[in-house]
T-cell receptor
Framework: LAKTTQPISMDSYEGQEVNITCSHN???????ITWYQQFPSQGPRFIIQ???TKVTNEVASLFIPADRKSSTLSLPRVSLSDTAVYYC????????????FGKGTTLSVSS | DAGITQSPRHKVTETGTPVTLRCHQT?????MYWYRQDPGHGLRLIHY???????DKGEVSDGYSVSRSKTEDFLLTLESATSSQTSVYFC???????????FGSGTRLTVV
């Protein structure tokens, strides 16, 4: 399983754009990149997933360079409710193994 | 989340007693997982299942066993509970092993 490295914590203010970068230097050809969000006392929930280039949905954007060794989750105009832990994971749909979550990035948004 | 239920939601038990946590899904997903979450450690994989009666160990499997006798249920058993197993336990399901995980609401277990 490809390991990921992401910052332990980040701080921001309401209305700012937040970019969280994840490093996955040994990502495999069949691996997808997925980001999850977790609020206190809840299970993680899916935010966005991609394989290469850029993916955008109603919540976030995911930027993946051509070499796929890193990815950046972009949250536009964050609010207090975006305070959460964000996990970056890479995984192969055909591998039959399980994702290893790690500690994630704790994002704190202040007013 | 819709389609996945964990029970009980909260439990207090004594050291040395066996405890079983249940994860039930209505999505007919092939994969099911048990994670534990502790302050400072993030989510750690305990065991997972890739089909009925097919299971494998995760990062922190010592002291835990699992069983999956039917697609919809994945049971986690603490054979002899210890205080170090006080944690929040999350179950997850997915159609694919690499992505698309849906998590349950968690079980808060306290071992005294």
């Amino acid at each position: 399983l490809a390991k990921t490295t992401q910052p332990i914590s980040m701080d921001s203010y309401e209305g700012q754009e937040v970019n969280i970068t994840c490093s996955h230097n040994n990502i495999a050809t069949n691996d997808y990149i997925t980001w999850y969000q977790q609020f206190p006392s809840q299970g993680p929930r899916f935010i966005i997933q991609g394989y290469k280039t850029k993916v955008t949905n109603e919540v976030a954007s995911l930027f993946i360079p051509a070499d796929r060794k890193s990815s950046t989750l972009s949250l536009p105009r964050v609010s207090l409710s975006d305070t959460a832990v964000y996990y970056c994971l890479v995984g192969d749909a055909q591998a039959g193994t399980a994702l290893i979550f790690g500690k994630g990035t704790t994002l704190s948004v202040s007013s | 989340d819709a389609g996945i239920t964990q029970s009980p939601r909260h439990k207090v038990t004594e050291t040395g007693t066996p405890v079983t946590l249940r994860c039930h899904q209505t999505e007919n997903h092939r994969y099911m997982y048990w994670y534990r979450q502790d302050p400072g450690h993030g989510l750690r994989l305990i065991h997972y299942s890739y089909g009925v009666k097919d299971t494998d160990k995760g990062e922190v499997s010592d002291g835990y066993s699992v069983s999956r006798s039917k697609t919809e249920d994945f049971l986690l058993t603490l054979e002899s509970a210890t205080s170090s197993q006080t944690s929040v336990y999350f179950c997850a399901i997915s159609e694919s092993s690499g992505y698309g995980y849906t998590f349950g609401s968690g079980t808060r277990l306290t071992v005294v």
